[in-house]
């Protein structure tokens, strides 16, 4: 089985920002297919049973969803562990919590309505504005979570920045003088602000402004550009990997069919058969026409799973 990793995205996805500089960083060949911003997702949708967000992506007949399971498969391939989302701890692990929370939010709260219009307009045109608005705004009344807006958005941004901007004072990275995932995690909500807002970051944080650059520079690695039969023949020929071995009590839904959800937002269920749940991990098998026996990979964490 080909280890080229697929991913589905769309190129103003912060969250896929993420994966890519990830991807840059480790000098990764990799293998691009662009979605639509909003569903139906027809590129990605059969394989992954219609997870409701992006990025997605992809090795043969295993799809990850969330970028927890795919900075891992990053780590994975790359052999750089210091980019799995488990390796954070202490201070780092509640800056990586911190800036995929609250200040993801606050970092597109934090803008003008009419300077938010404008760059929707930009982006994707009067008719992709309209779809794209309509579609996050009915995710969002389902949501778990109110993101915070206006002053309390922006309170929310300042604070951030001075927190990372005291961190930086005498070091390269957010931890100390290695790149890891607390990173790539801080540096996507402040792309988003600075791409919605269309303005370079405050020059009063100097040290923040001097790592964004250099976050900047590393890039997107060897992205091709494939379309979407090429990613579904690769589901076809390939077989799921082998499951990962379970240490301790098993689940007793091993087995059963069970349909799995994100607890903030964007609760659409992926259902299927339960085959592995490890400390940081839930795999359901998919038997579907088009690819045979697909696994779809998720966080245990921040996703529920209950019976089908």
């Not at 498969?73 to 750089?80: D, I, N, W």
């Not at 938010?116 to 930009?122: A, D, P």
């Not at 045109?125 to 009915?138: E, I, T």
Request: charged share 20%; hydrophobic share 45%; with cysteine.
């Amino acid at each position: 089985m080909s280890e080229t990793l697929i991913l589905h995205h769309y190129d103003a996805s912060p969250y896929a920002e993420k994966i890519r500089l990830m991807l840059g960083s480790q000098g990764m060949t990799w293998q691009s297919v662009l979605s639509p911003p909003q569903p139906p997702r027809p590129n990605v949708d059969p394989l992954s049973g219609g997870y409701r967000r992006i990025p997605i992506a992809q090795i043969g007949a295993d799809v990850f969803c969330d970028t927890f399971v795919i900075a891992q498969e990053v780590a994975r391939l790359a052999g750089a562990p210091e980019l799995d989302p488990e390796s954070a701890e202490g201070e780092a692990a509640d800056l990586l919590a911190r800036a995929e929370g609250e200040v993801f939010f606050a970092a597109i709260g934090s803008v003008s309505p009419l300077t938010l219009l404008g760059t929707m307009l930009r982006t994707v045109g009067p008719l992709g504005m309209v779809r794209f608005a309509l579609d996050r705004a009915r995710m969002m009344q389902t949501a778990n979570v109110k993101a915070p807006q206006g002053d309390g958005a922006r309170s929310i941004l300042q604070d951030f920045l001075d927190t990372l901007d005291a961190r930086l004072t005498d070091r390269d990275f957010v931890t100390g003088d290695t790149l890891t995932i607390a990173d790539f995690a801080a540096f996507h909500p402040l792309w988003l602000h600075v791409a919605t807002s269309r303005h370079p970051l405050d020059a009063r944080f100097a040290n923040v402004v001097r790592w964004y650059a250099q976050m900047e520079a590393l890039g997107h690695g060897a992205r091709e550009e494939i379309d979407p039969e090429r990613a579904f023949e690769a589901a076809r020929a390939s077989k799921p990997r082998t499951l990962p071995a379970v240490t301790g009590e098993a689940d007793a839904r091993i087995g059963s069919r069970v349909s799995v959800a994100p607890a903030d937002y964007g609760t659409v269920p992926v259902v299927g058969t339960l085959v592995a749940a490890t400390p940081s991990r839930t795999i359901l098998a998919r038997e579907t026409d088009r690819f045979g026996t697909v696994h779809v990979h998720f966080p245990v964490r921040g996703f529920e799973v209950t019976d089908a």
